[in-house]
């Protein structure tokens, strides 16, 4: 997708590399659906650790620590519904 817009001149307008990424997010988005998904400019190159397993480790320390990154679950005062039951699915 994202080659067929540039061969269309959807990229040809951005001045820089910080004026593209918003452009591509934007489509990345409209195809996923995911809002999270997005494509981020840095002036300074990300240097590289060079130890893979170190990085993923501490990712998954990191990710413990937040629940996967939800910082917060709260329960609002109000009308309490019953349990929806979702069907199982039998393969």
């Not at 910080?18 to 997005?38: E, F, I, M, W, Y």
């Not at 840095?42 to 996967?68: I, K, Q, T």
Request: charged fraction near 30%; proline fraction near 5%; aromatic fraction near 2%.
């Amino acid at each position: 997708m994202l080659t067929r817009r540039m061969a269309e001149g959807r990229y040809a307008g951005a001045a820089d590399e910080a004026s593209l990424a918003p452009l591509v997010t934007k489509d990345l988005q409209a195809v996923n659906g995911d809002r999270h998904l997005r494509l981020l400019h840095r002036a300074d190159e990300v240097p590289a650790s060079g130890d893979d397993a170190a990085e993923m480790a501490a990712l998954a320390r990191h990710a413990g620590l937040n629940c996967g990154g939800i910082a917060r679950v709260e329960r609002s005062a109000g009308r309490r519904r019953a349990p929806r039951r979702v069907p199982r699915r039998v393969p």
